[in-house]
């Protein structure tokens, strides 16, 4: 095994890593949905449970790396992305137990059009017609699929949109760790944050949960930093334009897991719209590749949209 890891290319085990995290991450979707049943749990409690377990997954790694599990130079940035990150959770664990899996996925994935957006309205960067126009599509790729004004019309799709935008925002005001910081430092300091977050909200809707909903909220927490952990890993290993489009692949992991457990099927709406957001951000982060390659320094950074991740 050892010497088949080892013989793959860069992008390789980034793209194989990324398609692993998003696995991972349709499972704890799929727990979490099932907590939010009817008679379930809050998704704030859920969420609370998330920080909690998954910081606690923590600590045999912090206790071999001693204090190069702690120590940083960032903890302002590391700050913000706890307090932006549980934002981005709130909105998805409570957005995830109101809408199919594979209509929330879909609507996960405009966190490029929000970066966009926002870099030109709190950085001032130039942004040219043409990612004007992907952006633009994109959005409509939105109405497509949540249609307002339909019968089928459901106000929680706002919260997939706020899970994206959270993310957008936090890539906007502070900027990609360097690579120093290490995969254990960056969940150790978002597990503390969001733990301190989530735990008031959690207590006004507590309740104790059954013994197989403590078992759904291990394997969320566990299942939940394992798939952020193999994320940052993917982005480590290759380039953020080879690898961030195996993303993706969390549309159809997601819309198989709907119907496998839950009877859930994408309508062509669903379908469409995804298709058109997909498709728009992807020209997005290609394009930004292309204006990064001639030297344009105004194009947003396409891997540091990619490396923050939306919730879960």
């Known amino acids: 095994m ?54 606690v997954c923590l600590f045999p790694f912090l206790a071999v790396a001693g204090k190069a599990g702690f120590r940083t130079r960032y903890l302002d940035k590391h ?103 290490t995969e254990l430092v960056m969940m150790f300091y978002y597990g503390l944050v969001a733990i301190l977050i989530a735990l008031p909200f959690a207590l006004w809707v507590w309740r ?26 993917a982005f480590r290993a290759g380039e953020a334009s080879a690898v961030a489009p195996f993303d993706y692949l969390r549309l159809l992991f997601a819309g198989m897991v709907g119907l496998a457990l839950f009877s859930e099927v994408p309508d062509l709406w669903t379908i469409g719209g995804a298709v058109i957001v997909v498709a728009s951000t992807v020209y997005i982060a290609q394009r930004e590749v292309r204006l990064k390659r001639a030297g344009d320094k105004e194009a947003v950074k396409s891997e540091a949209i990619a490396a923050e991740r939306p919730g879960l």
């Open 2 to 55: 050892k010497s088949f890891w080892a013989g793959l290319a860069p992008n390789s085990k980034g793209a194989l890593l990324m398609t692993l995290s998003g696995l991972t991450y349709s499972f704890v979707a799929a727990m979490v949905k099932d907590l939010s049943l009817p008679g379930g749990l809050d998704g704030f409690e859920i969420t609370f449970f998330r920080a909690l377990f998954g910081f």
């Open 79 to 181: 700050v913000w992305r706890g307090v932006l990150g549980s934002v981005s959770v709130f909105c998805a664990y409570i957005g995830i137990g109101k809408l199919a899996l594979a209509n929330y996925t879909a609507l996960s994935f405009t966190k490029p059009l929000f970066a966009v957006i926002l870099a030109f309205l709190i950085l001032g960067e130039q942004v040219r017609w043409r990612r004007w126009a992907a952006t633009l599509i994109g959005f409509l790729g939105v109405l497509v699929m949540i249609r307002p004004g339909a019968e089928t019309f459901s106000p929680w799709s706002f919260l997939a949109l706020g899970d994206a935008f959270a993310i957008a925002f936090l890539i906007t005001i502070v900027k990609k760790l360097p690579e120093s910081e």
């Open 208 to 233: 104790w949960p059954t013994p197989f909903e403590w078992l759904l909220l291990a394997g969320i927490g566990c299942l939940g930093a394992l798939s952020q952990y193999l994320w940052i890993l």
